[in-house]
């Protein structure tokens, strides 16, 4: 097999080599059935079989937590930016978003198509640098939701604790952080991610919500955006993306031998560390962007000098084999995202890079 790239893509992203070589095996001819699991129909025993346990490997990832539900969606996250207001937000209430940056804003830009909304903490003053405190959240009583965004993708900050909001479900958008870490579900009333981050290739999206959120949607929407059609027919309304669906179940089983999210968890914050400890010990020839206490384990955004050292850096950098390393072009800079199929030796051969990128260039 020709060598493997040192992938630091914000997504679609990294898969673990594990479960692409699984994928492999058993691409041609799934489990003696004569085709590939790509080519069965939905509604056959063999699909369902893999659909299933995937929703139930899932939920067993987050503890099983009693009256939640797994949905298979399409259109991506940006999809659910707007189907959550349309099926939760009715009129007479107002729904509150968390302003931290790129990707919270265009979910409340979807949500404004929709109905009231108001922005219940913002971290716009800051560049996006910090997530704000979220301790003392004042919501309106007719407050239908409080949306956060775990983790900003672009500028590389990520939530370490999450409020109390009572009786207002919390919805959170994890594209970019789901399974990589321990959570407590129950907090959340919804929170969906689209897959290509942490989950495996894109093309689905997932959606775990409490059954009373998305049990009874309001009839006049759209058949295909209301969560209760997805509901009652167990994400196979439409034809699903079956060899997404299959990819996932993967890379949670993947997941579990990592030692499921615990284990996840403490080789995130290791690889997080080993890269920011590198940035850190520059002496400011590598400029983390996001302030510490709201470091991102994900997604690592830094700069250099100039944009000019940036560019060269890059340059250098794809000449070693490394790709995905330009920051986004609405921050600039560089980012390395490092998700849970990211090898911690992947990024110690980037620090090694950047060091001797330093000798050269410092
Ligand atoms: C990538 C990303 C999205 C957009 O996902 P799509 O599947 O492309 O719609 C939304 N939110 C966050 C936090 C993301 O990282």
Same mark, same amino acid.
């Given at each position: 097999?020709?060598?493997?790239?040192?992938?630091?893509?914000?997504?679609?992203?990294?898969?673990?080599?594990?479960?692409?070589?699984?994928?492999?095996?058993?691409?041609?001819?799934?489990?003696?059935?004569?085709?590939?699991? /790509?080519?069965?129909?939905?509604?056959?025993?063999?699909?369902?079989?893999?659909?299933?346990?995937?929703?139930?490997?899932?939920?067993?990832?987050?503890?099983?937590?009693?009256?939640?539900?797994?949905?298979?969606?399409?259109?991506?996250?940006?999809?659910?930016?707007?189907?959550?207001? /349309?099926?939760?937000?009715?009129?007479?209430?107002?729904?509150?978003?968390?302003?931290?940056?790129?990707?919270?804003?265009?979910?409340?830009?979807?949500?404004?198509?929709?109905?009231? #909304?108001?922005?219940?903490?913002?971290?716009?003053?800051?560049?996006?640098?910090?997530?704000?405190?979220?301790?003392?959240?004042?919501?309106?009583?007719?407050?239908?939701?409080?949306?956060? #965004?775990?983790?900003?993708?672009?500028?590389? #900050?990520?939530?370490?604790?999450?409020?109390?909001?009572?009786?207002?479900?919390?919805?959170?958008?994890?594209?970019?952080?789901?399974?990589?870490?321990?959570?407590?579900?129950?907090?959340?009333?919804?929170?969906?991610?689209?897959?290509?981050?942490?989950?495996?290739?894109?093309?689905?999206?997932?959606?775990?919500?409490?059954?009373?959120?998305?049990?009874?949607?309001?009839?006049?929407?759209?058949?295909?955006?209301?969560?209760?059609?997805?509901?009652?027919?167990?994400?196979?309304?439409?034809?699903?993306?079956?060899?997404?669906?299959?990819?996932?179940?993967?890379?949670?089983?993947?997941?579990?031998?990592?030692?499921?999210?615990?284990?996840?968890?403490?080789?995130?914050?290791?690889?997080?560390?080993?890269?920011?400890?590198?940035?850190?010990?520059?002496?400011?020839?590598?400029?983390?962007?996001?302030?510490?206490?709201?470091?991102?384990? /994900?997604?690592?955004?830094?700069?250099?000098?100039?944009?000019?050292?940036?560019?060269?850096?890059?340059?250098?950098?794809?000449?070693?084999?490394?790709?995905?390393?330009?920051?986004?072009?609405?921050?600039?800079?560089?980012?390395?995202?490092?998700?849970?199929?990211?090898?911690?030796?992947?990024?110690?051969?980037?620090?090694?890079?950047?060091?001797?990128?330093?000798?050269?260039?410092?």
């Amino acid at each position: 097999m020709s060598k493997r790239a040192y992938n630091f893509n914000a997504g679609p992203a990294a898969v673990p080599l594990e479960v692409l070589g699984r994928a492999q095996a058993e691409f041609v001819d799934y489990q003696d059935n004569g085709m590939s699991i /790509m080519e069965m129909s939905h509604r056959g025993a063999v699909y369902e079989g893999v659909h299933n346990e995937a929703q139930s490997r899932l939920l067993n990832l987050l503890g099983n937590p009693e009256g939640y539900k797994v949905l298979f969606l399409q259109g991506g996250a940006s999809t659910q930016f707007a189907m959550l207001p /349309m099926n939760l937000l009715a009129e007479g209430q107002t729904a509150g978003y968390v302003k931290t940056g790129s990707w919270a804003n265009k979910a409340i830009s979807e949500a404004k198509l929709v109905g009231d #909304t108001f922005i219940a903490a913002s971290s716009e003053d800051n560049q996006y640098k910090s997530v704000p405190n979220l301790a003392n959240l004042q919501l309106p009583e007719n407050a239908a939701y409080l949306h956060l #965004t775990s983790n900003e993708t672009i500028e590389g #900050t990520q939530f370490q604790e999450f409020p109390d909001t009572g009786n207002v479900p919390l919805i959170a958008d994890m594209s970019s952080d789901i399974l990589s870490r321990q959570l407590d579900v129950k907090n959340f009333g919804m929170i969906y991610a689209g897959a290509q981050k942490n989950l495996g290739p894109s093309g689905v999206t997932v959606v775990i919500a409490r059954e009373e959120l998305i049990q009874n949607s309001p009839k006049h929407i759209p058949t295909v955006f209301r969560y209760d059609t997805h509901t009652k027919n167990n994400s196979l309304y439409n034809t699903p993306p079956s060899f997404s669906i299959y990819m996932v179940n993967q890379v949670l089983k993947w997941i579990e031998e990592q030692g499921s999210l615990a284990g996840i968890e403490a080789k995130n914050r290791e690889k997080a560390q080993l890269l920011y400890n590198a940035i850190d010990n520059s002496g400011g020839f590598f400029r983390g962007f996001a302030d510490t206490d709201s470091r991102s384990n /994900m997604n690592v955004t830094f700069r250099m000098a100039s944009e000019d050292l940036e560019k060269q850096f890059v340059k250098a950098s794809e000449q070693e084999g490394f790709v995905g390393l330009k920051g986004h072009r609405s921050v600039g800079g560089l980012r390395a995202s490092i998700y849970n199929a990211v090898p911690y030796e992947h990024i110690k051969a980037l620090v090694d890079f950047m060091g001797e990128f330093q000798r050269k260039n410092g």
